[in-house]
C-alpha cells in the first residue's frame, strides 16, 4: 500500500524549532510535487510550502523566511524545518504528494495523496 507518513509533531515553546518529515512508503518508484499543509482549529486547511522535484520551493507569506521545506529523493522523504515557531503556528501539519509506485513491473502515478496529519503545538 502506498502511503505518506509524517513524524516529527510534538510541543515547543515559542521561538523553539521543530523538523518535520513525511516518508512515502510502499513500492515507491518516486515522489514528485510535494507540500506541507497545516490546520487549525476551527480554521481552514492552508498550504504552507510546496517544493517541485527540482527543487524549486514556494512558501506561504506567514512562514516566510522561518520554514524551509526541502527533499531527499533517494529517500523519497520531504522534510519541514520550522523555527522561531509562534503559538499561532500551532496546527495539525499534513503534506500531500504525487506519488510514482510500482504496481507489478509497471509504474503508475497516483496524486493527491495524504498523510495522516502530525500535531504541532507551541506553547506561549
Known amino acids: 500500500q502506498v502511503q505518506l507518513v509524517e513524524s516529527g509533531g510534538g510541543l515547543v515553546q515559542a521561538g523553539g524549532s521543530l523538523r518535520l518529515s513525511c516518508a512515502a512508503s510502499?513500492?515507491?518508484?518516486?515522489?514528485?510535487?510535494m507540500g506541507w499543509y497545516r490546520q487549525a482549529p476551527g480554521k481552514q486547511r492552508e498550504m504552507i510550502a510546496t517544493i517541485t522535484r527540482g527543487g524549486t520551493t514556494n512558501y506561504a507569506d506567514s512562514v516566510k523566511g522561518r520554514f524551509t521545506i526541502s527533499r531527499d529523493n533517494a529517500k523519497n522523504t520531504v522534510y519541514l524545518q520550522m523555527n522561531s515557531l509562534t503559538p499561532e503556528d500551532t496546527a495539525v501539519y499534513s503534506c500531500?504528494?504525487?506519488?510514482?509506485?510500482?504496481?507489478?513491473?509497471?509504474?503508475?502515478?497516483?496524486?493527491?495523496?495524504w498523510g495522516q496529519g502530525t500535531q504541532v503545538t507551541v506553547s506561549s
Open positions: 510502499g513500492s515507491i518508484f518516486r515522489i514528485n510535487a
Open positions: 500531500n504528494g504525487d506519488l510514482q509506485y510500482y504496481r507489478g513491473s509497471v509504474i503508475w502515478t497516483g496524486y493527491d495523496y
